[in-house]
């Protein structure tokens, strides 16, 4: 069983930036993908970004060029970025762990994010 934990979410102003942190209880089985996805209530969860084990990076339309996903293996940890938010930003961010071979994923606990002014 892996553990996520997530951190960094907040209050911000439109146009400020954020950085969402999540660090993987133990090491992750490779190739695997680690990812950010959000929610608002009444929508399904919807991908933000993810980043691959081989570093293939996949973002979703809305934040490109905004959002900037990382990760850090000896930590394994991944970040997301956030620059130039906007209150459409606003929601639940999830950090997500997906091991390829064995298809198996886990879901950190979520972390509030509110762009508001």
């Known amino acids: 069983q892996v553990r996520l934990v997530e951190s960094g979410g907040g209050l911000v102003q439109p146009g400020g930036s954020l950085r969402l942190s999540c660090a993987a209880s133990?090491?992750?089985?490779?190739?695997?993908?680690m990812g950010w996805y959000r929610q608002t209530p009444g929508k399904q969860r919807e991908l933000v970004a993810t980043?691959?084990?081989?570093?293939?990076?996949d973002y979703a339309d809305s934040v490109k060029g905004r959002f900037t996903i990382s990760r850090d293996d000896a930590k394994n940890t991944v970040y997301l970025q956030m620059n130039s938010l906007k209150p459409e930003d606003t929601a639940v961010y999830y950090c997500?762990?997906?091991?390829?071979?064995?298809?198996?994923?886990?879901w950190g606990q979520g972390t509030q994010v509110t762009v508001s002014s």
């Open positions: 997500n762990v997906r091991m390829v071979v064995a298809n198996t994923y886990y």
């Open positions: 133990k090491s992750i089985f490779r190739p695997n993908v």
């Open positions: 980043m691959s084990s081989g570093g293939i990076t």
